[in-house]
């Protein structure tokens, strides 16, 4: 069975520029998440999308960072403008119902 | 509320045995735990239920008590493989409601 896919791997910016990411998560699951991980730290939550609607969003900044599940599949998200905080690694996981997060390999977002 | 893990690090050698805490302020309903190595993503371990416990892998087992609002994650005999670091995520409902993660413990097996 294949994991979750992320792309880009690797990406680098400057500040005030805006970045994408994209997420394809594993074939049946309901539920996606976009999380923020900077160095040291545990994942933080920024969305969570059960097939194509909104769970929790919470801790997303929307003045600048937005994301969107088309069709219920595959998603993205969206930094614009960036900043230099914003420099983690951003990692996208899926779930079936009930059970376990599987993450995809990341994003490693650099803003210089 | 972000729970709280403890140790924040510890080092053992092959064949000891670890025990990782995770203890929350807020009642749960559900608690997972993960693994990460340095540079890769988390990887599922375990969850463990209001009212039960899932046994995840044969070395690596949890509790979870409710009326403590903690969860102890157990390293038996253990291996250079087990090295990375172990976060516990919690969440307040049934279902696949958000998580919360704390810092990690870092583990560290040398030979």
């Known amino acids: 069975e294949a994991g979750v896919a992320q792309s880009p791997r690797y990406k680098i910016i400057e500040k005030r520029q805006s970045v994408a990411f994209w997420c394809n998560p594993i074939?049946?699951?309901?539920?996606l998440y976009w999380y923020q991980q900077i160095l040291g730290q545990g994942p933080k939550l920024l969305i969570q999308?059960?097939?194509?609607?909104?769970?929790?969003d919470s801790q997303l900044p929307k003045d600048r960072f937005s994301a969107e599940r088309l069709k219920g599949v595959d998603s993205t998200l969206k930094i614009q403008p960036a900043k230099l905080e914003d420099s983690a690694v951003y990692l996208c996981?899926?779930?079936?119902?009930?059970?376990?997060?599987?993450f995809g390999p990341g994003t490693r977002l650099l803003v210089l | 509320q972000q729970p709280v893990q403890s140790p924040q690090a510890v080092i053992l050698r092959e064949g000891e045995d670890a025990v990782i805490n995770c203890s929350s302020s807020?009642?749960?309903?559900?608690v997972h735990w993960y693994r990460q190595k340095h540079g890769e993503a988390p990887v599922f371990l375990m969850i463990?239920?209001?009212?039960?416990e899932q046994k995840g892998h044969e070395k690596i087992s949890a509790s979870f008590n409710e009326k403590k609002q903690q969860s102890s994650l157990y390293l038996t005999a253990s291996q250079l493989s087990y090295s990375g670091t172990y976060f516990c995520?919690?969440?307040?409902?049934?279902?696949?409601?958000?998580?919360?993660f704390g810092k990690g413990t870092r583990l560290s097996v040398i030979a």
């Open positions: 996981a899926s779930s079936p119902i009930g059970g376990g997060q599987y």
């Open positions: 074939s049946g699951h309901a539920t």
């Open positions: 999308f059960q097939n194509n609607g909104v769970v929790d």
């Open positions: 807020k009642a749960l309903y559900s």
């Open positions: 463990l239920l209001k009212g039960g």
């Open positions: 995520g919690t969440s307040k409902g049934i279902g696949n409601t958000p998580l919360v």
